[in-house]
């Protein structure tokens, strides 16, 4: 049992992710943008590696989707987010202990985060109890702590805190302060005249008045006076600080190895379900996505790019998404159309649904039917590089060459405007052969082009093309829709818009009276 995961269905992958980097394509597809708004506020629990492993096993996928049904019971959610911060406060409470210079003082706080772990591992166990499970993983746990909170260890555990915080709880004491000293004694019935005092004036109260203490602030640290005080108390109830000697003697490593794991581990899902929250709150769908290592046929519906998307909804822009799918023979996306269309966007959309669906969490869109790819290649535009002589066609080559070398028929590769820096014609030469090689590997592609006579390779290449607003070809929709390459000029409709084209241009020389400027 102390390697339950409710990530990983085989350990074998649960090892891989502990070591994994950020992958190559992570930058390119805006990845990195989404996992640190993930793991932003949450850097303790170190989440990075578990949204860089993609999974390859479809059975760990339909795990995780498991636990994430299993979280949409807002009430369960609640009661994980409570175990959550209540772990924390263990961890800050140990964290804290370890600063502390007094024996006796440091271990009281480590009484304190044993019995903050108790609590949070009983409640816990109570709210999986009272859940309606259907997930492996929370069902395995749930059985885990039902055994693990009747067992003779952890009862143990619980009856010393009591025994220990009642100990301390019955030591009294009293302090005569003179002279330059201060003598510690045992309490011996003396009078309490702070309460005498406060009884006598009780009758004259009338309302609650304001206050005019000062405040101070309390230190966690012990000055030295405090400490001394402590130590001569400890002489006068040696019973009770040997007590709590021996608790954390016994109880020093008290948190078990598999509710650690687990508190790591939940973070993924509870991280997720916090960041698409907010974008189910402002109308988007997020779904869990059939995933295949068999069929190539992909749909997408109404989905969208995560990172944009968090941005977008943050400044209460709208977001436009996009449907698109592959069937029978279809292999390749190849987008078109005018600039700052939404083309990249729709590639990055592609590219992060891919990775998404390999992590075993919901995707952006209302449905999804994904292959499990084994690696995803991207081909993005650098920035130009001083120290690099060699030029951009050049590094296209190299970076395109590289990716067909890797490559295999379970891949994804996602490239945006390869081959701008030369000549149409070369262009369509060079990205006829490199589409070519890539259709002849049967794998999953998306090509976005200036070429549109790449959409027309053959049955393997399905055109896409970003569209504008009819009557406005400066006007951009940003909806990505199946359709042939039309090769519109929208630089020229523009131009016409704005009366700049030869002809009209032309016209307006022409006729322009003789001697006077054109206005």
């Given at each position: 049992m ?6 990983f269905?085989n350990p074998?992958?649960?090892a891989?992710?502990?070591v994994q ?12 943008q989404?996992?640190s ?7 303790d629990?170190e989440l990075q ?7 390859t096993?479809v059975?760990t ?6 636990v994430f049904?299993?979280?949409?019971d807002?009430t369960l959610t ?8 209540a ?6 409470q140990?964290?804290?202990a370890a ?5 006796y003082q440091q271990?009281?706080?480590l ?7 108790c609590?949070?591992v009983?409640?816990?166990e109570?709210?999986?109890?009272a859940?309606?499970?259907?997930s ?5 746990l749930?059985?885990f702590?039902?055994d693990?909170?009747?067992?003779q260890?952890?009862e ?6 009591r025994q220990v ?7 009294r004491?009293g302090m005569t ?7 510690v004694?045992r ?5 309490d005249?702070?309460a005498?005092v406060?009884a ?5 109260k009338?309302?609650?008045a ?9 230190f966690v640290?012990m000055n ?5 005080v ?5 002489l006068?109830?040696?019973?009770v600080?040997q ?5 954390c ?6 948190l078990?190895e598999?509710v650690?794991?687990?508190d790591?581990e ?17 109308g988007?769908?997020?779904?869990h ?5 068999t069929?190539?046929?992909?749909t997408?519906?109404?989905?969208f790019?995560l990172?944009?998307a968090?941005?977008?909804v943050a400044?209460?822009v709208r ?5 698109f799918?592959?069937?029978?023979p ?7 159309g005018?600039?700052q269309?939404?083309k990249?966007t ?6 992060q ?7 075993g ?6 449905e999804?039917h ?9 081909h993005?535009?650098?920035?130009e590089?001083l120290?690099?002589?060699?030029g ?7 970076r ?9 028929p379970?891949?994804?590769?996602i490239?945006?405007?390869v081959f ?5 014609d070369d262009a369509?030469l060079?990205?006829?052969r490199?589409l070519?090689?890539?259709?002849e590997l049967?794998?999953?592609c998306?090509?976005v082009?200036?070429?549109?006579e790449?959409?027309?390779l053959?049955?393997?290449t399905v ?5 504008v ?5 400066a ?9 042939p390459a ?7 409709a523009i131009?016409d ?6 002809e009209r241009?032309?016209?307006?020389i022409?006729?322009r009276?003789?001697?006077r400027?054109?206005?």
């Amino acid at each position: 049992m102390s390697s339950l995961s409710v990530l990983f269905a085989n350990p074998a992958e649960q090892a891989a992710a502990a070591v994994q980097d950020e992958p190559a394509y992570f930058t390119d597809l805006n990845l990195d943008q989404v996992a640190s708004a993930l793991t932003m506020g949450r850097e303790d629990y170190e989440l990075q590696p578990f949204f860089h492993s993609r999974l390859t096993n479809v059975d760990t996928i339909a795990y995780r989707h498991e636990v994430f049904r299993d979280l949409e019971d807002q009430t369960l959610t609640a009661g994980v987010e409570r175990f959550a911060a209540a772990m924390r406060d263990m961890h800050r409470q140990r964290a804290q202990a370890a600063k502390l210079r007094h024996r006796y003082q440091q271990e009281s706080w480590l009484v304190g985060a044993a019995d903050t772990y108790c609590q949070a591992v009983s409640g816990l166990e109570d709210v999986l109890t009272a859940a309606d499970l259907n997930s492996r993983a929370l069902t395995s746990l749930r059985a885990f702590l039902t055994d693990y909170v009747h067992s003779q260890p952890f009862e143990q555990l619980t009856a010393d805190i009591r025994q220990v915080q009642e100990a301390l709880a019955s030591v009294r004491y009293g302090m005569t302060i003179g002279g330059g000293r201060v003598t510690v004694t045992r309490y011996a019935d003396e009078a309490d005249y702070g309460a005498e005092v406060l009884a006598a004036f009780e009758k004259f109260k009338q309302e609650e008045a304001k206050s005019h203490l000062v405040a101070y602030k309390n230190f966690v640290d012990m000055n030295h006076v405090e400490e001394a005080v402590l130590d001569r108390i400890a002489l006068l109830f040696p019973d009770v600080f040997q007590a709590l000697d021996g608790f954390c003697t016994r109880h020093r490593d008290h948190l078990d190895e598999t509710v650690a794991v687990f508190d790591r581990e939940v973070q993924f899902y509870l991280a997720y379900l916090d960041f698409t929250a907010g974008l189910e709150a402002a109308g988007l769908s997020v779904c869990h996505p059939q995933v295949s290592t068999t069929s190539k046929a992909e749909t997408g519906r109404d989905v969208f790019d995560l990172a944009l998307a968090g941005k977008l909804v943050a400044d209460d822009v709208r977001v436009v998404p996009n449907d698109f799918h592959l069937e029978g023979p279809e292999r390749v996306l190849v987008v078109s159309g005018p600039n700052q269309g939404g083309k990249t966007t729709f590639a990055r959309t592609i590219g992060q649904l891919h990775h998404l669906a390999a992590l075993g969490c919901p995707v952006p869109g209302s449905e999804a039917h994904l292959f499990l790819c084994d690696e995803i290649f991207t081909h993005f535009e650098r920035g130009e590089n001083l120290k690099d002589l060699s030029g951009k066609l050049q590094d296209d080559l190299v970076r395109i060459h590289a990716i067909l070398q890797q490559a295999t028929p379970s891949s994804v590769v996602i490239m945006n405007e390869v081959f701008t820096s030369t000549t149409v014609d070369d262009a369509l030469l060079l990205g006829t052969r490199v589409l070519a090689d890539l259709i002849e590997l049967d794998l999953l592609c998306v090509c976005v082009t200036f070429v549109d006579e790449l959409s027309r390779l053959g049955p393997s290449t399905v055109s896409m093309t970003s569209t504008v607003v009819p009557g406005d070809p400066a006007s951009r929709t940003f909806r990505v829709v199946r359709r042939p390459a039309d090769g519109l000029s929208y630089a020229l409709a523009i131009a016409d818009k704005y009366g700049l084209t030869y002809e009209r241009l032309s016209h307006r020389i022409s006729a322009r009276p003789s001697g006077r400027n054109v206005s």
